[in-house]
T-cell receptor, first 114, second 111 residues
Framework: DSGVTQTPKHLITATGQRVTLRCSPR?????VYWYQQSLDQGLQFLIQ???????AKGNILERFSAQQFPDLHSELNLSSLELGDSALYFCASSVGRGDRYEQYFGPGTRLTVT | GDSVTQMEGPVTLSEEAFLTINCTYTATGYPSLFWYVQYPGEGLQLLLK?????DKGSNKGFEATYRKETTSFHLEKGSVQVSDSAVYFC??????????FGKGTRLHILP
């Protein structure tokens, strides 16, 4: 158990809908990262937040947005969902914001868009 | 743009065999390099890392050396075990903190 929790574990929704994925980092971790893992695209880094501020951005679509709240949990919002958004979404947390801090991954949220 | 290329799998080996998984990257400047492992049904775990040229990362018998001249970070283990069966990802973090994953190499170890 990494100490990172993600809810829900599974989510099934229809095209065009909007969903929110939630991540609670390990106690004391200030950084949260979001990743997408799909069969087509493999693993992709989406976005990083550090202590409430956006820190780095990867291949995140404009239909997707994220935020980190004062209690440090984070949410990833996916809107106008398409079939191709079906994937496993991981979040990870670390103490600091740079690469010398190990990232701890949550178990993921599996999103199925029908 | 920056990219990571790692050998395609699956790789199937017998227990106690020598393992090499090749990884090369394209990135400007001096990125940090990582190997992550994903065991069946689990999230990713950091296996090892190297943050500057000629650094060697090591963990659980796995090693990889940051080779700036060949832009490579090959993963090696002298004697694999059945419990090493997993998917291995080579990862680059560039100077803009953007993180790029290789496509992953699935490793099967036969008893």
């Amino acid at each position: 158990d990494s100490g990172v929790t993600q809810t829900p574990k599974h989510l099934i929704t229809a095209t065009g809908q909007r969903v929110t994925l939630r991540c609670s980092p390990r106690s004391g971790d200030l950084s949260v990262y979001w990743y997408q893992q799909s069969l087509d695209q493999g693993l992709q880094f989406l976005i990083q937040y550090y202590n409430g501020e956006e820190r780095a951005k990867g291949n995140i679509l404009e239909r997707f947005s994220a935020q980190q709240f004062p209690d440090l949990h984070s949410e990833l919002n996916l809107s106008s969902l398409e079939l191709g958004d079906s994937a496993l979404y991981f979040c990870a947390s670390s103490v600091g914001r740079g690469d010398r801090y190990e990232q701890y991954f949550g178990p993921g949220t599996r999103l199925t868009v029908t | 743009g920056d990219s990571v290329t790692q050998m395609e799998g699956p790789v199937t080996l017998s227990e106690e065999a020598f393992l090499t998984i090749n990884c090369t990257y394209t990135a400007t400047g001096y990125p940090s390099l990582f190997w992550y492992v994903q065991y069946p049904g689990e999230g990713l775990q950091l296996l090892l890392k190297a943050t500057k040229a000629d650094d060697k990362g090591s963990n659980k018998g796995f090693e990889a050396t940051y080779r700036k001249e060949t832009t490579s970070f090959h993963l090696e283990k002298g004697s694999v075990q059945v419990s090493d069966s997993a998917v291995y990802f080579c990862v680059v973090r560039n100077r803009d903190d953007k993180i790029i994953f290789g496509k992953g190499t699935r490793l099967h170890i036969l008893p």
